[in-house]
């Protein structure tokens, strides 16, 4: 007999957690998160805030991101699978078609690949930070 799935808790902490991130535009860090989070006067530990944010993107409420060795968290209001544009000095993001299907089963193909799944984000500057460096 299987075990019975373990069930999310749906706390106070978990909905102030998805609440901060929905209001993000941006991609964001967990010490980011937790940090405004504090400056709101809320008492969360940080701990709390990863595993939340893990939980989160596990589940497919948030996306997530590497960018410099750090993982980011965005919600995002799309539940299928899309692509960003993202600026590595903001965080800011801009949902994107990438390219076909098509091409990336040649390009797989050409190279004796079978594809499983992809990946595809842009990292670069948006137009604020380029105009502010």
Not at 76 to 87: R, S
Not at 98 to 119: C, K, L, Y
Request: net charge negative; charged share 25%; proline share 2%.
């Amino acid at each position: 007999m299987a075990a019975p799935q373990k069930k999310t808790r749906s706390t106070a902490q978990k909905a102030l957690i998805r609440a901060a991130l929905d209001t993000e535009t941006r991609f964001v860090s967990a010490k980011q998160l937790h940090r405004r989070l504090e400056d709101e006067g809320a008492s969360v530990g940080l701990a709390t805030v990863y595993r939340q944010l893990n939980s989160l993107a596990r589940s497919g409420d948030a996306d997530t991101i590497t960018i410099a060795e750090t993982q980011l968290f965005r919600a995002c209001a799309q539940t299928e699978h899309h692509h960003h544009l993202v600026c590595e000095h903001c965080g800011t993001a801009v949902e994107i078609d990438p390219p076909s299907e098509d091409w990336m089963r040649q390009i797989a193909a050409s190279n004796g690949f079978e594809i499983t799944h992809h990946v595809f984000e842009i990292f670069g500057l948006c137009a604020d930070c380029r105009a502010s460096a």
